[in-house]
């Protein structure tokens, strides 16, 4: 804990990527799982980790960088939350974030604007990009963010670190604030996939307050890692769409050259196509916009939330409230869903959507009925400059071209540094997919390939 204090002390001024930290009460879990000792049932005692700040923290502010939830201090933890305490983690910092998860590289943080480690004129990636940037500045070993359309695996790469969304149901979302509720899952964020298997050991399975949570086995990632030296016998997937038009020449030849890598340990390449990856962006922003704008109905100033203090009625109180505590972009898609989910609007937008999710996933299913995993790029770029994309929120929206699609399926996904691109000097990500439940077998090519 002292050390990761330390490096928090001297790259915080320039990262940025907390929002808040408890150092006395880190240092106090440290100093009593010191008197208790190290056992077997806590495999992560004495390990200091952060969280993205929609988590539940008990006692702890969870403000989901919006000013909506400024003075917001919850008075439970999150399931994971419980679950990490249980396995010896201290919690030591929340990070920044895009308001309430929406972004793609935390500008749209209402606190502070985080750097990437890597080069501080440029974005860590988002929303999850204070977490990522944490890690990649040494801040603490591992960290966990959310996902609802890449927000592990996009600042994952852009950072040059590990991250892991878990299959959708494997991990409980009770005590994460909703954004898109059907795509939502939480996952690890760390510099080794060592480090990640360890992390979702901790927070995997069953939990009776999130009815989506799945109730099958937990199988021993840390041991799979163990088994695995080599791919042979695998085959991967590389679907055309995710290798085509738009991606830049520095991401395709690092992301091939991992290709090889994958070749020279083994495994069969397999040409595989995703015929409908080029309706997944407008697919996922029509159905998250829509659940986000039914999920954040319940900030209002009476419920949850800031309130105005200069209405002069109810109507006005809540408006003003709404207009007060969100966020541009947080407003912005609010709009947009409540018009996607309005009687004469719904059959042609939120259910056409349903429709088209179900055919983006077929596509997947389709793909491991052949192959045991997919490879492709994380993004179609390296890590963009600050301000860059702001004024655009429509190009903003197509960085995540490579990654919404997963959500939209509810299959795993894991983040890798594929290496340095030749161009900008700045990390790479590589990802790979696996089919629902397959967590293992990302975590054990990753750590062959790593
Ligand atoms: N960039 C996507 C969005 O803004 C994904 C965010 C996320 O995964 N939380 O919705």
């Known amino acids: ?23 006395e009460n880190a240092l106090n879990t440290a100093r009593s799982l010191d008197a208790q000792g190290p056992s077997a049932d806590m495999p992560l005692w004495g390990v200091p980790i952060i969280l993205k700040d929609l988590l539940a923290t008990k006692g702890q502010p969870t403000t989901c960088c919006s000013k909506m939830l400024e003075n917001f201090t919850p008075f439970y933890n999150a399931h994971v939350v419980d679950r990490l305490q249980q396995a010896g983690a201290i919690v030591l910092a929340k990070s920044n974030m895009d308001e309430f998860a929406m972004g793609s590289s ?51 790469g852009f950072c040059g670190i590990v991250g892991l969304k878990p299959t959708y149901g494997r991990v409980s979302r009770y005590g994460l604030v909703a954004y898109g509720s059907s795509l939502d899952q939480i ?33 021993d990632y840390t041991a799979a890692l163990e088994q695995t030296t080599d791919l042979s016998g695998w085959r991967i997937g590389v679907p055309r769409e995710y290798w085509g038009d738009g991606l830049s020449d520095e991401v395709a030849e690092t992301c091939r050259a991992f290709l090889d890598q994958a070749r020279e340990h083994g495994a069969e390449l397999v040409d595989v196509s995703l015929p409908h990856t080029k309706y997944a962006i407008a697919t996922y922003y029509i159905l998250v916009m829509a659940e986000a704008s039914s999920n954040l109905s319940r900030f209002d100033g009476v419920r949850y939330g800031h309130r105005a203090d200069d209405a002069a009625n109810l109507m006005e109180m809540y408006s003003k409230s709404r207009s007060q505590g969100f966020g541009r972009e947080v407003q912005r898609r609010i709009l947009l869903g409540t018009y996607a989910l309005s009687a004469g609007y719904y059959d042609a937008y ?52 490579f990654t919404n699609p997963l959500n939209l399926t509810g299959l795993p996904g894991l983040s890798l540094p594929a290496g340095i691109g030749r161009t900008s000097g700045l990390p790479v ?6 089919p629902a439940f397959g967590e293992s077998a990302l975590l054990q090519a990753g750590h062959v390939l790593e």
């Open 106 to 156: 935390t500008e749209n943080s209402a606190v502070q604007q985080t750097k990437n480690p890597w080069d501080t004129t440029r974005v860590p990636g988002g929303s999850s990009g204070g977490s990522a940037a944490a890690v990649a500045a040494g801040q603490a070993p591992g960290a966990l963010g959310t996902d609802t359309g890449g927000s592990i695996r996009q600042p994952a």
């Open 429 to 434: 990500g590589v990802q790979l997919f696996g």
């Open 350 to 401: 939120y259910k056409k959507a349903a429709q088209v999710r179900r055919l983006i996933r077929d596509d997947y299913l389709q793909a491991f009925a052949s192959c045991d995993l997919l490879c492709g790029p994380v993004a179609p770029t390296t890590a963009f400059g600050l301000g860059e994309k702001t004024d655009d929120p429509l190009q903003m929206y197509l960085t995540d071209i």
């Open 187 to 219: 996952g690890p964020m760390t510099r080794c996939v060592a480090d990640s298997a360890a992390i979702l050991q901790a927070i995997a399975g069953h939990d009776p307050k999130d009815s989506t949570s799945v109730a099958i086995e937990v199988p």
């Open 1 to 23: 804990v002292n050390t990761c204090l330390d490096r928090i002390r001297t790259t915080e001024p320039v990262v940025q990527a907390l929002v808040h930290t408890d150092a």
